[in-house]
């Protein structure tokens, strides 16, 4: 096996120097990522110590840690067995220190501790991975055409401060930005939308604008908004002085007539543009997207979008993607939110972090709603390897915390100035599962160091009453931080920069939380795992607004919506595997909890949340035999019941262990499984009727059979109205004969940043996919692209990521190429065990 890993030891030969010097002289918003160089300063890991030992040419976004082989040895399951340690990256550029011109450089996310330097004279350090910040380096450029060198400095030797995979490095992108010194600087503006109707939408246009000549200065502001075909429908001008080395706020109002809406289902956007005029030019111009749209949580009703009941069908995401780490190119985010889009999913609570420019992007251009979250501990540090509070303190621990009363504020209002133009925020969510560090808070329900309560706090009331809990909120000590004050001191902050959006905090001990004074911060309170206390959240605290913030991908979960029009949705945990949260569960390095894995693969877990989120009819296949099975044969009748009566009541993150194939031993009796929202549904095998069973017959919304096994055609077909609309069949497979090739486009920009999925999937002679045996598919790429690694989704997988070669899951895997700048054809070939593929052509154009 040749790994990509051993491909760039050898290209660190051609690759040690540092790239000529870009130049960055003019007025412009430039793409910052090309030509840095990066060495690997410390490593924490076991393997491959020479990797990036020396100056290596790479692109942003990058993330060192996934280069590098999963490590039993010194990795640690919390962040997903790769290492951690120091980084240094530096870029040569030209950009001439003139007086009249004003340059910032803006990073979207470093992780982490990073300290940025330009030509060696420190700008500042920023120890937060996930939050948006920037330097204006006017006064450290060189003069003339001389060159200028930025270095990032980026320490993660502490690899155990998170619960999840962080990446290391500058893992999203980075911007130059020059203006003239009258200009609207970074994130200086702010678009609502107050008044919106079938005639007008009034939009309010806040701007900043900055003034850092020595002169006061006379100007027009002048705004344009176009639609989305490029039709200017509002317009202003308005002439302004401002006061030399000041900044001062603009404020416009215009009126958009018959104005379209941004919705889940039509995500349509307007431009604004904002520009300065001198004398009849423009001295800087600053387009932002923004919708027109209505948000309303109602304390009876649930949520309305654009004045519409909508049931909020949303799903968590961390931030890795699998092969590429953090470092996930647009491509990757557009086919994983395309198919959590196809599954129903209208919702992203991103997890449990601000997220990147581009996939706010994509959520706003796609339809998505989105909470925002800016934390994930506050002033205590959380167990980073055990969850809840901190256990285990060591040197390669703590995360956030240890920075959380220093830089909390800066980060919020970072996040919030750099998002809330983002029409698809429709929450910000100040923490996660923040009580957990708040003993005082835990204690407080009963659920916990009580001698006299055995029960089980996941599915059951608190033991405590309401008037017992104010009670223990009164008397136990409260630490040297209060929860509730900090959650106000937060909440405070956000509002100050915006009051547009719900504030909401995902609580796992809400019974404490109404009454610690944390959701007294919040307008909507998120239940983590809560379900079991809606009926108990609504009646005791009627005026506050509930909704499910983290919960079980399973129909239990969704049920409890439907049955409770005052509770607005939910966000399922999760709508993809994620790397880490895995201590000592070697080989286990990624959590399997997501409706796809983290090839991006569908999970039968998905196709029963495609049912409930869908009125498109839609049928899965699952078989399973009846030994290992969650189903046992009725001995009075012989269908299939469950081994736990009720146990899908209480189904947890696993789905349950089924297959996609029909391949058994000839009358073994197996399970055969079918999630469908179909009305009835009639399985054969070899055209020979299993009879038609009734959704309506089946609690669990699994429609099931048992079935001798024989060779042949299983075939499900769904029927709605006693008319047929669906047919899906599992044949049984033969002998691996062929590996079939296919990508999700056979065209790509040569751009740098476009990414093809190509998945190789083994066949039989008739060409049936194989789903119960593997094999070591090898791939070769001609071409000029670049190979970003091999996947085959198993959370159990540890074989490098950065390989050309993999043993498949399920009989298929995952590979991923990158355009490169240069257009041209390239051929994609897989072989395994004397089997080959189909060639693949792709071209980059």
Known sequence: MTTLRTILKFS?????????SQDYSEIGNYDFNNHWNFKLIENTGTYDNDLYKEWTKVKIPHDWSVGFAFDSIKGEGATGYLPGGKGLYKKEFTATNDKNITTYLLFDGVYNKSSVYVNDKLLGFHPYGYSPFYFDISDYLNKADDSNTVKVDVDRTRYVDSRWYTGSGIYRKVKLIRKNNLHVPVWGIFITTPVINEEEAVVNVKSTVKNKYAEDQKFDLQIKIRDDKGKVVAETVQPSTIKSGSSMEVAHQLKIPQPYLWDIDTPRRYDAEISIVQKGNSIDKNTVN??????AFDVDKGFFLNGKNTLIKGVCLHHDGGIVGAAVPNDVWRRRLLKLK???CNAIRISHNPGSEEFLNLCDEMGFLVQDEFFDEWDNPKDKRLNQNERIVDSISRGYTNYFQEWAEKDLKNTILAHRNHPSIFQWSIGNEIEWTYPRNADATGFFNNMSWSGNYFWEKPPHSVEQIKEKLATLPVGKYDIGKTAKKLAAWTRELDTTRYITANCILPSSSHLSGFADALDVIGYSYRRVLYDYGHENYPDKPIMGTENLVQWHE??????????SGTFLWTGIDYMGESHDQWPRKATPSGMLNVAGFEKPSFHMMKTLWNDKPHMYMATQTLDKSIFKEDEKTGAPVERKEGGWKKALWDWHDVNEHWNYTPNEKVVVEIYSNHDEVELCLNDKSFKTKKLADFEDRIFKWIIPFQEGELKAVGKTAGKTDEVITLKTAGKSNKIHLSADKTTMQADGSSVVHVIAQLQDNY?????????????SVEGNVTLLGVDNGSPFNVQDYTSNSITTDKGRCLLLVQAKETKGEVTIKATANNIKSNPLQIKVD
């Open 12 to 20: 660190l030969i051609l690759n040690i120097f540092i790239v000529s």
């Open 290 to 295: 923004f919708g027109v749209r209505t948000i």
């Open 342 to 344: 196809d599954a129903g």
């Open 558 to 567: 969704w049920k409890a919506v439907l049955d409770r029009p005052f509770i």
């Open 767 to 779: 060409g049936n996919p194989i789903r119960n045996n593997e094999e070591t598919i090898t791939f």
